[in-house]
């Protein structure tokens, strides 16, 4: 079974950064490709950021390219999403998730709780 746990997230003013952290714990958690999702109120689950297994390939929603990065370390098993420039329509629960490399949310396979990051105006 695999566990996600997401922290880092909270209330920031507009500009400014938060990184958001997926710990993960199970079997060959190296293997899967590891995805950020986003639903703010009244709004679908969308995605935000992808990474491959291998950590070579990454792929980012328009909205945030440019100012988020995805990245994992192995060695912890912990995937990162660093945030910057952040905007008020940046609010939203975040989740991360483990599956296939894929912007769809059906991809994936095993999903955190959320952490919801809130950015003031």
């Known amino acids: 079974q695999v566990q996600l746990v997401e922290s880092g997230g909270g209330l920031v003013q507009a500009g400014g950064s938060l990184r958001l952290s997926c710990a993960a714990s199970?079997?060959?958690?190296?293997?899967?490709?590891m995805g950020w999702f986003r639903r703010a109120p009244g709004r679908e689950r969308e995605f935000v950021a992808d990474i491959s297994w291998s950590g070579y390939s990454t792929d980012y929603a328009d909205s945030v390219k440019g100012r988020f990065t995805v990245s994992r370390d192995y060695a912890r098993n912990t995937v990162y999403l660093q945030m910057n420039s952040l905007k008020p329509e940046d609010t939203a629960v975040y989740y991360c998730?483990?599956?296939?490399?894929?912007?769809?949310?059906?991809?994936?396979?095993?999903w955190g709780q959320g952490t919801q990051v809130t950015v003031s105006s």
């Open positions: 199970g079997r060959n958690m190296n293997t899967y490709a």
């Open positions: 998730a483990a599956g296939l490399l894929a912007s769809s949310p059906k991809a994936y396979k095993y």
